[in-house]
């Protein structure tokens, strides 16, 4: 029997989520036939079989996350019986991904490690995101109860979590036993019963020391139960699955962990919509969003602070040596950030090129590793579709994100007026102060108002 685990599909990924599943058990199988779709990182990966055989038995259900190294699928390959085998680092290789480096050898499921009974077994599904964010509050996974799709742990169960280990921390304890008592006031202690305990001492009863109030045990504090929202006939339910749960979690840590703040700026682009129709014109297809990404990259050069990422598990910061402009695609599925690399480097016509070819691979779906991953800074132009001026979120671990909206015409129809927009900036207050913020958009301004001083670098 041929066991095939889930691949390490790229640096840093943990973990996937079924999307589909090509083939169905008792369905024979080709070697290099495509037999599941599994989402990660923003991407969707067929992942072909391996052997030739025949399914054998599907361990996960669509929409079920699951964690590298973990068996998804058996497959009848006509070994010798009793004898199981697992994919080899070399045929955990991708198609989708052969640009990239070779697969690693497949991690050890986390948390099982050591234990020795069932309850200690049991395999924890928690996101990265989630793991991270439950391991700086000190929360022990093992000791939430999930609540999520298929026993996944939530923000919301590492919230209740939090709340009931600070109540448990803030409650009061009963004051210590007095060693004397005045004679004139001492008497015959009487244990209280099982259903009293000691009072906080109040400003009230803290004048006459020698008078103890009981009251009535309370039961030991307990997380708040979670609101349940009632349905009515007609609702629809959805759950966040694919690219939609990942937004779900990275906008959550995003503005959970950093402190977001915004400054914004109108800007008059009628030389740079001009430059943009004079390019048109000559047979040069382009749109105002790769003037956007070119003048921002040579302002990153300008305030490296902005061009960084935030390393949590040292709890510190990284200057990026390139400047890789990730920008906000709008799909289907979701909001999602491909990346121009090196962008400092490429022309405005390298750059619209690339970012049409990202556009269509990510409509349908094709986007790869490779495509998504290390981006250093992020546009989102909003513009064409509307709305005077927004506050993006940050695209974590990067510490600054900027949106670009609609313009509007000035002046009458007797006199030519310019063409403004308002473009605006979300922060990382830890990094980043108000001053440089403004000084950084001032700066982009300026770049965008006069496109000469930025199309030439």
């Known amino acids: ?79 010798p019986a009793g004898q199981d085998q ?30 020795g009974n069932d309850e200690q077994n049991r395999r924890i599904l928690a996101s990265p995101t989630i793991r991270r964010i439950a391991k700086d509050r000190g929360i022990d996974l093992d000791t939430i109860t999930p609540t999520g799709p298929n026993g996944r742990v939530t923000l919301d169960d590492l919230d209740n979590a939090e709340r009931a280990i600070k109540q448990k921390e803030h409650e009061p304890k009963p004051p210590a036993a007095r060693e004397t008592q005045p004679a004139s006031t001492a008497t015959k202690p009487v244990p209280p019963p099982e259903t009293e305990k000691q009072a906080p001492i109040t400003q009230a009863s803290a004048k006459h020391p020698e008078q103890e109030i009981k009251v009535k045990a309370e039961p030991e504090a307990l997380p708040p139960a979670q609101e349940v929202v009632n349905t009515s006939e007609g609702d629809q339910i959805y759950e966040p699955h694919g690219l939609r749960r990942l937004i779900f979690e990275k906008m959550a840590k ?37 003037f956007f990404v070119k003048a921002v990259a040579v302002a990153l050069t300008e305030f490296p602070k902005f061009n960084a990422h935030y390393d949590e598990a040292n709890k510190r910061y990284i200057f990026r040596k390139n400047i890789n402009m990730g920008v906000a695609i709008d799909t289907p599925s979701g909001l999602t950030v491909a990346v121009i690399r090196d962008a400092i480097d490429k022309s405005v016509v390298q750059i619209s090129n690339e970012i049409a070819d990202l556009a269509k691979k990510a409509r349908e779906n094709k986007l790869t590793l490779s495509d998504v ?4 800074f992020t546009i989102s132009n909003v513009g064409s579709i509307g709305g005077l001026i927004s506050t993006p979120i940050i695209n974590f671990p990067e510490v600054a994100i900027m949106a670009v909206h609609r313009s509007t015409k000035t002046g009458s129809n007797y006199e030519p007026g310019s063409d403004n927009t308002i473009i605006s900036v979300s922060c990382d207050h830890r990094l980043i102060d108000g001053a440089d913020a403004a000084r950084f958009i001032v700066k982009v301004k300026s770049y965008l108002e006069d496109p000469i001083s930025f199309l030439i670098r």
Not at 61 to 71: C, D, I, Q, T
Not at 269 to 276: P, Q
Not at 373 to 376: A, L, R, V
């Open 373 to 376: 991953q290390d981006s250093t």
């Open 86 to 115: 697992t994919n080899s680092r070399e045929e955990q290789k991708q198609p989708q991904v052969a640009a990239q480096k070779n697969i690693e050898t497949v991690k050890a499921i986390e948390g099982e490690k050591g234990m």
């Open 254 to 290: 995003s503005k959970q962990l950093l402190p977001h703040f915004m400054v914004a700026e109108s800007v008059d682009i009628s030389k740079l919509t001009k430059t943009m129709n004079d390019m048109r014109e000559k047979g040069t297809k382009v749109t105002l969003t790769p």
């Open 1 to 79: 029997m041929y066991k095939f685990t889930l691949p390490d599909i790229g640096e840093g990924v943990t973990e996937g989520e079924i999307i589909k599943w090509l083939v169905k058990e008792g369905d024979s199988i080709k070697k290099e036939q495509d037999m599941v779709e599994v989402m990660t990182d923003k991407v969707n990966i067929n992942i072909p079989s391996p052997v030739d055989g025949k399914v054998s038995k599907i361990l996960f259900k669509e929409g079920r996350v699951v964690k590298v190294g973990e068996v998804i699928i058996e497959i009848d390959n006509g070994g």
